[in-house]
C-alpha cells in the first residue's frame, strides 16, 4: 500500500460512529514498551537503534496479528509523507522529527499502529471512533500480549514497564478521549470543566496531544501519570469524567438554542457558506469553520451533510494532506487555495451523492 492511496480517505477512527460519537471523535490507548537488553533511545547508539529497529520489525511482521500491516521506513521518508502520518495520528510529532533508525506499521483501517523507536523502542497504539474505551483496551492488550512473546519487554517486579519518561512507568499507558466541545468553549465554562478534571489526575491537551494548542474546539482528555493504578483503574477514572463532559456539553447545546437561537444559526450558517464558496482558506480558520458546521449538524440546522464527512475534513484538509493530492510540496498560500477548491468539492459531493476524485 502506497501512502498516496490514502490521502483521499480516512482511517475508521473518523468514520464519526461509536457511542457518544455526536461529542466523542475518538477513543486512543497508547501503550509504552522496552527491549531489556537495549539501552533507552537517548543513551542507544546508531547501532542500538538500527538492532532495536530490526528485532521489532521482525516480530511485527511475523507476528499473526499484525503480519500484513504496511510498514514504513522513517529514516527514509520524505517530509512530507512524515507530517501526513502525523496528521493521521499515525505517529507523533517527535517520532516524525527523531533521527536514525525508526519505522511504523499500521493496518489498513488505520485502528492499529505500532511506532518504533520513539521516545521509547515501541509505542503500540489502537483508536476507535466514538467512545469505545473497553474495545480499544481490549484490542491493545491482545497486541501487547501478542508481541510479548517474542519481545522480552523492560520490566521490574516493584516498578512494572520502564520507560524514558518517568511519568509513563507502570502501565506505559496513555488512554486519551477526543471531544468536540464548541458549546463550552462558546458559553465560556469550558475552564471549569477542565479544572475539575485536572484534580483528578487527568490532562486537556490539543489535537495532536501534548505540546499542542487547542484549535477547532478539539480537546484530548488522557491520564497524566500511569505508576501506582493499574490499566483498569485508569480505565474507569477516565470513563467516570467523559460522560459527565459530553452531559455538560449537551446541556450547553440546548442552552444555547433556546436562549440564543439566531445568534447561533447565524454562526452555523455563516461557517457553513464560506466552506461552501471561499477561495482561500488557513488551515486554522478550517478547523474553526468545520467546528461550528459540526455543531450545527448536531443541533439539527443542517440536513444535508454527515458527521462523517467533517471529522474527515479536519485531517484531509490539512498541509500534508494537500500536499499528498497534489503530488507535490506547496507553499502556504497555494495550500490555502487548494485547501478551499478541495472543500466546496468535497461538499458539492456530499450534497449531491458523487463521489470526489480528485481537486
Given amino acids: 500500500m502506497e501512502l498516496k492511496d490514502l490521502s483521499d480517505k480516512t482511517g475508521e477512527w473518523l468514520k464519526g460512529s461509536g457511542p457518544d460519537s455526536d461529542i466523542v471523535i475518538s477513543t486512543r490507548i497508547r501503550l509504552a514498551r522496552n ?26 511482521k511475523e507476528s499473526p496479528l499484525t503480519k500484513d500491516f504496511s510498514y514504513i521506513n522513517l529514516g527514509s521518508s520524505n517530509m512530507v509523507d512524515k507530517l501526513f502520518l502525523v496528521e493521521r495520528h499515525l505517529i507523533s510529532k517527535e517520532h516524525a522529527e527523531g533521527e536514525g533508525d525508526r519505522s511504523v506499521a499500521f493496518g489498513m483501517s488505520e485502528t492499529v499502529s505500532l511506532m518504533v523507536n520513539e521516545e521509547d523502542h515501541l509505542r503500540i497504539q489502537v483508536i476507535h471512533s466514538g467512545f469505545e474505551l473497553n474495545d480499544t483496551w481490549k484490542k491493545i492488550e491482545q497486541i501487547d500480549n501478542e508481541l510479548e512473546k517474542s519481545i522480552n519487554f523492560s520490566f521490574s517486579s516493584r516498578f512494572g514497564y520502564l ?24 458559553t465560556q465554562h469550558i475552564e471549569k470543566v477542565f479544572n475539575a478534571v485536572a484534580k483528578l489526575g487527568l490532562v486537556v491537551r490539543g489535537f495532536y496531544g501534548e505540546g499542542t494548542k487547542v484549535t477547532g474546539d478539539l480537546y484530548q482528555i488522557s491520564n497524566q501519570f500511569t505508576l501506582g493504578k493499574s490499566e483498569k483503574e485508569i480505565i474507569e477514572i477516565i470513563k467516570g469524567v467523559i460522560p459527565r463532559i459530553t452531559g455538560y456539553e449537551r446541556m450547553a447545546r440546548q442552552a444555547l ?76 498560500n497555494q495550500r490555502d487555495i487548494i485547501r478551499a477548491l478541495y472543500v466546496r468539492k468535497r461538499l458539492n459531493c456530499e450534497k449531491t451523492g458523487g463521489r470526489l476524485k480528485n481537486v
Avoid at 44 to 53: F, G, L, P, Q, R
Avoid at 276 to 286: G, H, K, L, Y
Wanted: glycine share 4%.
Fill in 35 to 60: 527491549a531489556a537488553r537495549f539501552p533507552f533511545l537517548s543513551k542507544a547508539s546508531d547501532s542500538n537503534k538500527k538492532e532495536i529497529e530490526e528485532l521489532l520489525r521482525d516480530s511485527i
Fill in 257 to 332: 438554542l433556546a436562549e440564543n437561537r439566531e445568534q447561533i444559526e447565524d454562526r452555523v450558517y455563516r461557517s457553513y457558506a464560506l466552506l461552501e464558496t471561499a477561495r482561500i482558506i488557513t488551515s486554522e480558520e478550517m478547523l474553526h469553520l468545520v467546528s461550528q458546521v459540526r455543531l450545527g449538524v448536531n443541533l439539527g440546522l443542517i440536513k444535508d451533510l454527515d458527521i462523517r464527512c467533517l471529522n474527515e475534513l479536519f485531517v484531509l484538509t490539512l498541509p500534508g494532506h494537500l500536499q499528498k493530492l497534489e503530488g507535490r510540496e506547496l507553499d502556504s
Fill in 163 to 186: 520507560t524514558a519518561c518517568p511519568t509513563n512507568v507502570g502501565t506505559g499507558m496513555r488512554a486519551s478521549v477526543m471531544l468536540h466541545l464548541p458549546a463550552l468553549s462558546l
